[in-house]
């Protein structure tokens, strides 16, 4: 509930987050959706197209609480695509692929929108701030990997940047707030694919587990599921345990890939 305390309590910092979060979480649930009804329809299951949820306006997708537990613990869902998989060319097949599309429309947003972070990096400043001397922790110039350290630092403004001269070599300030939205962005995408391939039901990762390792032999009767869904929003609602899983994992996920590319264009 921290960010909805902070927005509350008028935290400038939490709205501003807020408002980079909204968008995001609205186009990454869509986009999921859509990915699964889309799939489902090459597969030979035309029932999400007849539904009207291949749809890209979010109100066709979204699902009151999973949408809410996005926002407030950073991880939710939307509401399941209709599937019927009798329709399936390939029942195996069709239903890994259509239960892996939007896991991986998710995976493919995240990479996109991290390279696009990292790209926005070299139009913020000057060229000249990584031959320079401005000083950060006893350099003689600042690394690429260090300036992008300290855009993410900031709370929406440039203290930081003053306090250690930087603020001459920005050339470009409305960047740094695509900068942030797509952060946002990527940890969003990044988080929606982790959590769904949770092996839980009725998540996506239940699907692939089942027909990966069972080949579709696995069936839980429609009140288990109910009931471990309600466990598993309680647990979310409750206690850490989920939430912090699965913040470890995104941040490490997250910090190896936005690194991997810092290096790479960064070098260029």
């Keep these: 509930m921290g960010i909805l305390s902070n927005v509350l309590s008028g935290d400038i910092n939490a709205i501003i987050t807020l408002l980079y979060q909204i968008p995001a979480v609205l186009i990454a649930l869509t986009l999921h959706e859509v990915a699964h ?4 329809m090459k597969c030979g299951d035309p029932t999400a197209q007849m539904l009207g949820r291949l749809s890209l306006n979010p109100l066709h997708h979204l699902d009151p609480i999973g949408t809410v537990c996005m926002f407030l613990f950073g991880i939710g869902w939307a509401k399941p695509v209709p599937v019927n998989p009798r329709n399936y060319k390939n029942f195996k097949r069709d239903d890994i692929l259509v239960s892996f599309a939007g896991i991986a429309v998710n995976l493919f947003l995240f990479l996109c929108s991290s390279v696009l972070m990292v790209i926005v990096q070299m139009f913020l400043f000057k060229p000249e701030l990584f ?3 401005p000083f950060l922790s ?6 690429f990997q260090d300036v992008y350290s300290l855009v993410l630092m900031q709370d929406h403004n440039l203290s930081i940047f003053a306090e ?3 603020t001459p070599f920005l050339q470009n300030e409305w960047l740094l707030y695509v900068q942030r939205f ?3 962005f990527s940890m969003v995408n990044m988080s929606l694919a982790l959590f769904n391939l949770l092996p839980i039901p009725p998540l996506d990762g239940y699907h692939l587990f089942n027909d990966i390792l069972f080949r579709g032999k696995l069936h839980i009767p ?4 109910r009931g471990i869904t309600l466990v598993f929003m309680l647990l ?6 989920l939430d912090g899983l699965l913040s470890t994992a995104l941040f490490f996920v997250q ?4 690194w991997f590319l810092l290096w790479i264009i960064g070098g260029l």
């Design 222 to 225: 429609a009140k288990a599921v």
């Design 37 to 40: 009804g889309y799939m489902a």
């Design 164 to 166: 250690i001269g930087l």
């Design 182 to 184: 797509l952060m946002r």
């Design 131 to 133: 031959t320079a001397a």
């Design 255 to 258: 910090d190896k890939v936005i």
């Design 236 to 241: 979310l609602a409750f206690t850490s345990f």
């Design 138 to 143: 006893n350099k003689s110039f600042l690394s």
